[in-house]
C-alpha cells in the first residue's frame, strides 16, 4: 500500500512574516511484515512477506524525494530494515542497523522517515536482524534523476528490478541456530531470481519480462544473497552498463557480469534478436560447487522457445579471478554525465586530496571458545542491547563500548580474538584511506553505510604504501560496496562528510552475525543541526537509555 503526495507547502509565521516554502515530495508506504509460505528454489519453507508480496515492494522515487516507510511488525521476533546504499545524510537514526536502532519489537510499529538527498541509482532495502534475510523482507530501491538533469541515455522503454542471490532451503530460525551453536551455515542450495528459480526446459515457465522488437530496457540488477558472488547474462543479448551504485559509469559492452554479495548496477539491453524466448542465466562465481538458475525473458508476439545451449560462464579458477579484477578495473566513472546535481560527476577531483588517514583492515576467521566468530583487525564485533548511536547521544557510550578497540593497523597473525562491539573514533570531514586485506581463501565484500567511496584499485598479493602508484585517481567508480579477492586487497577513498554512527561490514551475512563488522563514530564538533539532525520524537528507547532525560537538542 503506498500513497504519493507531490507537493507539500509548509506555512509559518516567523517574526510576524508569513513565509511559505515548498517541501521536496513525499512518499508515504505502510508495511505488514509477516510470516508467509515460499519456495523459492522449488520447496516450501516459512518466509517473511511484505504486504503478502517477495520479493517486496519496489519504492520508486526521485532524487531529494522524502521518503516515509510505517513498518508494521506482525512476526514473533525483533525486526529492522535497512536501506543498502541509501546515504541518509545527516541522519543515521533511520539507518536501522542495531548500532543505530532498537528493533522494532513484536506486534509494534516504527515509522522510517528519510530523504534520498542528492542521490540517483539502484539499491535495495533488506532485514538486518538475526539472520531474517535468509528468508526474505528484501525489495528494491530506485532513484530516478530529477527532470531538469539530463541523464547520459535515451528513456527505456521499460524498467525491471531483478533481485538475485543465493538461497537457503533452511530458513532463518534454522541457520540462525547453527550460527548460535558455533558452527557455518554452509553452502547455499541454490539461486533465485526474484523469488523464483528455473531450469532450461521447464515445462512451464512464465516469463520474468517481456520486451517488444527494436526496444531498449533498463534492468536494474542487485544481488540480495547471503554469501556468493553471481555472474549473470542474457543469451544473445549484450550488456551495456550505465550505473553502478548510484554513479553513471562510462558505458561499455559486456557479454556478462559479475556481481557481489550486496552490489547493484543497471545495464540497457536492446531487444534486436529473433523474436522468441532467451534465458536469463545466473551462475555462482568462486564456489566449490557451481550454482546456476535461469529465468524466461520473452519478447512480446515471439515464437519459439529458448535455446538449450547457455552462453558460458567465466572460468572459475586462478584465471576467472584475474578476468574478474579485470572486469573491475574497466569500471570507469563517467565524468562529463551529472547525477543526482547539476554538476558534472568528474568535477570532484577526488585525486588530488591529501589523505588524512589510512585505515588498513584484515578479515579473520577463528575459533573463540569453540565458536566460530569473524573480525577485522582482531575484533570481533558483537550487538549491545543499547543501540551504539543511542549511547553515545545519552552520553552513556562509556556504559556500553570503548572507542578503538580496533587499531588503524591490523595485529601480528594469530593474536587472540577480542569479542566486543567495534567503534572507531573518525574526525568529521576528514578523508581517509581504507584498505582491506583477504588473506583467507574465499572472496570478500564489504559495504560503508552513510557514504559512498572512490573504488580505487583491486590487485593480488599484499598491500604496501608504494601499492598507491597505480591508484585510479580520476575515474574511479564512486559506489558503496567493494569486493576483495582470495589472497588481495582493495583501495577505497572517502570523506567522512556525514555525521553519525555508521556501520562497515561485510556483505556476507553469515560474516556480519558473527562479528565482521565495525561502526564509525562521525561526530561535529559544532553539535549544530547543519551537520546533524535531533534524534527523531518517534525513536523508540531500549537498554540502558529507556527512561534516561533527553539532552539538549541540536541547534543551528
Sequence with gaps: MGRTTFVALFICLSAGALMVRAEDPYHFFEWNVTYGTIAPLGVPQQGILINGQFPGPTINCTSNNNIVVNVFNHLDEPFLLTWNGVQHRKNSWQDGTLGTMCPILPGKNFTYHFQVKDQIGSFYYF???????????????????????????????????????????????????????????????????????????????????????????????????????????????????????????????????????????????????????????????????????????????????????????????????????????????????????????????????????????????????????????????VDSDTPLKLAEYFEASDKVFKYDLMKDEPPQENTKVTLAPNVLNATFRNFVEIIFENHERTIQTYHLDGYSFFAVAIEPGRWSPEKRKNYNLLDAVSRHSIQVYPNSWAAVMTTLDNAGMWSLRSEMWERVYLGQQLYFSVLSPAHSLRDEYNMPDNTPLCGIVRGLPLPPPYTI
Design 127 to 381: 532485514p538486518t536482524t538475526g539472520l531474517h534475510k535468509a528468508s526474505g523482507a528484501i525489495g528494491g530501491l530506485q532513484v530516478h534523476s530529477r527532470d531538469l538533469i539530463p541523464v547520459p541515455f535515451d528513456n527505456p522503454a521499460d524498467e525491471y528490478f531483478v533481485l538475485l542471490g543465493d538461497w537457503y532451503n533452511k530458513g532463518h530460525k534454522s541457520l540462525k541456530k547453527l550460527l548460535d551453536s558455533g558452527r557455518s551455515i554452509g553452502r547455499p542450495d541454490g539461486i533465485q531470481i526474484n523469488g523464483k528459480s528455473g531450469k532450461v526446459g521447464d515445462k512451464v515457465a512464465e516469463p520474468l519480462f517481456t520486451m517488444e522488437s527494436g526496444k531498449t530496457y533498463r534492468y536494474r540488477v542487485c544481488n540480495v544473497g547471503m554469501r556468493t558472488s553471481i555472474n549473470f547474462r542474457l543469451q544473445g543479448h549484450t550488456l551495456k552498463l550505465v550505473e553502478m551504485e548510484g554513479s553513471h559509469t562510462v558505458q561499455n559492452v559486456y557479454d556478462s557480469l559479475d556481481l557481489h554479495a550486496g552490489q547493484c548496477l543497471s545495464v540497457l539491453i536492446t531487444a534486436n534478436q529473433a523474436p522468441k524466448d532467451y534465458y536469463l542465466v545466473v551462475s555462482s562465481r568462486f564456489a566449490q560447487h557451481q550454482l546456476s538458475s535461469v529465468a524466461i525473458i520473452r519478447y512480446v508476439n515471439g515464437n519459439g522457445q529458448a535455446s538449450p545451449e547457455l552462453p558460458p560462464s567465466p572460468p572459475d579458477n586462478t584465471e576467472g579471478i584475474a578476468w574478474s579484477i579485470n572486469q573491475f578495473r574497466s569500471f570507469r566513472w563517467n565524468l562529463t554525465a551529472s547525477a543526482a546535481r547539476p554538476n558534472p560527476q568528474g568535477s570532484y577531483h577526488y585525486g588530488q586530496i591529501n589523505i588524512t588517514r589510512t585505515i588498513k583492515l584484515t578479515n579473520s576467521r577463528s575459533y573463540v571458545d569453540g565458536k566460530l566468530r569473524f573480525g577485522l583487525n582482531g575484533v570481533s564485533h
